[in-house]
């Protein structure tokens, strides 16, 4: 009996120690909402001294990232959002791209699985979260770029209509049939327009509605919904972003439908033909004499294919009422830097460089299109390889990667670097949609023929001259035609569409 009574005392003494309800509150489970749905987990979410803890892979996987697991050492690797995140269980501090962090609450083994805190998910990812104390629920919600407003302008020969985005996001356009209609598919980003606004009535002609909703928890579509099917155009702009849809009217009926309807306020004003005089364009044909730039397998010289598309793309400026000027019309060497001050001197407002691809023997298969502006350093697989290519005709080779990089520096938070790549987004599409090659995209690096220009400035790689299938493309006079109309509206396009102020 006695022994009855002592064991009662301690249980009543280590209730009194440790009260049931703080033990229950240390471990009790609650519901996390990862944009909206249920986090799968493989054990349940819980709250421990106070702070709350994920299961490590189920929540670092569901926000796209990877994880990598050391049980002896007893640490973690993240790799998410290109940050790569080292914690060691029970230590209070964790490794982000080399720099420490302090932490409130370590991670730590729960129920023999890793468990993080939530506090590591706000440091390592881009995220809003929010606790309902009633329901025991967290809300995860990733920070995504979002839908600000929907506007639209028309015009006698075009229906314009600009999405305002919270930041810049990748995007891809296309045209359905039967009913007629674009849509623009914006990647990773969410609706947080009004209801008003995600169905605008325009019925101008050419664009019936403006239609926007969440495809699918990554991507928003915009539907334009039109009144026959015409052809289309659309870039990106930055500060604000922006993506900016034009839709044509077809030539023939221009005239009849702007005497019928009422003209929108346009979003900048229209540029004048004597204001587009005004606008020189330089093209400069690369290399050249001495130098022959890259030479395919069956013996054709860069020097010769570029120059043949800048005649081409001359006539077709100049015929339009553009002032060009060519840096050299005929096989002569001209350093870099004297095409530079060339096209300083003649005050450009659009510099475009024509060059020709070419990579190593042991890689005759590469191929396709790519358009670079200026860096300071290389962005984009194949920069280096291409900028070294290029700025061999530079007095200052190959001394000139320390000396560029400062210069470049300076210049990087000009506009004109920012303008350039909206350039070079207009210049990279209408040369894929005229070749029909590989889009290899938009990327940067620091070009000298660019380093010192005061203008708009790309570099546009053709083709692959190493490449047999695109050198015999290269020989083609229609093919090479084919580039110059492609730069020509390019051109044409970003002088029309671009404000004076730049």
Avoid: C
């Avoid at 220009?453 to 083709?463: C, G, Q, R, W």
């Amino acid at each position: 009996m006695k022994k009855i009574i002592f064991v009662l005392l301690i249980v009543v003494g280590i209730i009194v120690l440790f009260p049931l309800s703080s033990v229950f509150t240390q471990s009790s489970e609650i519901n996390i909402l990862l944009d909206q749905k249920p986090l799968e987990t493989v054990v349940s979410s819980i709250i421990e001294d106070g702070r709350i803890f994920i299961p490590a892979r189920n929540i670092v996987e569901a926000l796209g990232g990877r994880i990598t697991w050391f049980p002896a050492l007893k640490l973690l690797n993240i790799y998410i959002d290109n940050h790569t995140v080292s914690l060691v269980i029970d230590d209070p501090s964790l490794d982000i791209d080399g720099e420490i962090v302090s932490l409130e609450m370590p991670v730590r083994i729960i129920d023999n699985r890793v468990m993080i805190p939530l506090e590591v998910i706000k440091i390592i990812a881009q995220v809003e979260t929010k606790w309902d104390n009633q329901t025991k629920t967290l809300s995860i919600n990733t920070i995504r770029p979002y839908l600000l407003k929907i506007r639209s302008y028309s015009h006698p020969d075009k229906t314009r209509i600009v999405i305002d985005l919270s930041e810049k996001t990748e995007f891809k356009a296309n045209l359905l049939t039967n009913p007629d209609r674009i849509f623009i598919d914006i990647i990773g980003s969410i609706v947080k327009l009004e209801d008003a606004l995600k169905q605008i009535e325009i019925n101008d002609g050419v664009v019936k509605t403006v239609r926007t909703a969440q495809y699918n928890p990554e991507i928003v579509r915009v539907v334009f919904d039109l009144y026959q099917e015409f052809k289309y155009d659309f870039f990106s702009l930055t500060d604000p972003d922006r993506i900016v849809i034009d839709v044509f009217r077809p030539e023939e009926k221009e005239k009849a439908i702007s005497e019928a309807l009422p003209t929108k306020s346009e979003e900048k004003p229209t540029i004048e033909p004597e204001m587009t005089k005004k606008r020189v364009v330089i093209i400069d044909p690369g290399h050249g004499g001495s130098d022959p730039g890259a030479i395919g397998p069956t013996g054709l010289k860069e020097k010769e294919v570029v120059l043949d598309i800048a005649l081409y793309l001359e006539k077709l400026l100049r015929g339009a009422g553009i002032s060009t000027y060519l840096t050299r019309d005929k096989d002569e060497f001209i350093y870099l830097e004297d095409r530079v001050n060339f096209a300083n001197q003649k005050n450009g407002f659009i510099f475009v460089s024509l060059h020709t691809n070419s990579v190593l023997n042991h890689r005759p298969s590469a191929g396709g299109i790519e358009t670079f502006v200026l860096s300071s350093k290389y962005i984009g697989a194949s920069a280096k390889d291409v900028a070294d290519r290029e700025n061999r005709a530079s007095r200052a080779h190959p001394e000139l990667d320390t000396d560029l990089a400062k210069i470049i520096a300076d210049l990087e938070e000009s506009a004109n670097i920012q303008y350039s790549l909206n350039f070079a987004d207009v210049v990279q599409k209408k040369l894929v949609k005229y070749l029909k090659l590989d889009d290899r995209g938009v990327k940067q690096a620091p070009f000298v023929v660019l380093k010192g220009v005061n203008m708009v400035a790309v570099i546009v790689e053709v083709a692959f001259i190493s490449n047999p299938k695109e050198e015999k493309l290269l020989r083609d006079s229609g093919f090479r035609k084919n580039a110059a109309q492609a730069l020509f509206e390019a051109i044409k396009y970003y002088i029309e569409n671009t404000p004076n102020e730049i």
